[in-house]
């Protein structure tokens, strides 16, 4: 999410004021590391979201593949390419949170924190990331307490995994697109930033929203 300061749209939403990957035990080889123009993803669908040419039965079978974990099938039911992926497991959600939720966390510590970072490239040559984390709270409560606050305007957020190197290059996770969801004692935190080209905003939502359903 967004920091403090930056602005939310209509719906709540973190709105922009500009513009795979080894994580763990090491720094981030992502970006332009592996990334060329032409994503190099061949196909397209009917019934167009955005720009990007994906039908809504495609955006449904995406969904129903990450609801089982099958993140590569979800990706290639959008025409995506998965360039980078990177996975980092917490037990600290204070640490690797900021704002009002980093205090949220510290009256109220999580059980576990697992976050993954994708890069993904669409067939116009477009790449981005979509950081997605799993936090599981001591009790079902705090979930929904700690959703109400996650998605208000400048209450910080649980920190994206290698956010610090991305930015180091550029790359910014501005809140939009996002979406949280709330199952049981999970919260599911899901946001994308763009790293090269302009990705069609309605489709990088709906990459965003079929993320959110990964289960933890």
């Known amino acids: 999410m967004g920091k403090p300061d930056q602005p939310r749209d209509a719906k709540g939403r973190w709105t922009s004021r500009g513009a795979g990957t080894v994580v763990v035990g090491g720094a981030i080889a992502l970006a332009a590391s592996g990334i060329s123009g032409g994503a190099g993803v061949g196909g397209s669908a009917v019934d167009a979201i955005g720009s ?55 009256r109220n510590p999580c059980r576990s ?27 079902q409560g705090d979930v929904r307490r700690l959703k109400n606050l996650i998605d208000v305007d400048g209450t910080g957020s649980v920190t994206q ?12 996770f501005t809140g939009t ?32 929203d079929v993320a959110a359903e990964l289960p933890g």
């Open 52 to 106: 990007a040419n994906v039908s809504a039965a495609r955006v449904a079978q995406s969904k129903q593949a990450a609801r089982k974990g099958r993140s590569d099938d979800a990706w290639r039911g959008l025409n995506l390419r998965r360039v980078r992926k990177a996975a980092e497991p917490a037990l600290d959600c204070a640490i690797n949170s900021y704002g009002q939720i980093r205090d949220f966390f510290l």
């Open 113 to 139: 924190l697992d976050r993954t970072l994708f890069t993904l490239a669409d067939p116009d040559g477009n790449t981005f990331v979509v950081s997605v984390s799993w936090v599981r709270m001591r009790q």
């Open 161 to 172: 995994l290698g956010a610090a190197a991305l930015k180091t290059q550029g790359v910014r």
């Open 177 to 208: 697109p996002f979406r949280s969801r709330p199952q049981r004692d999970l919260l599911v935190v899901a946001e994308g930033a763009a790293v090269s080209g302009t990705p069609d905003p309605a489709f990088f939502s709906v990459v965003v």
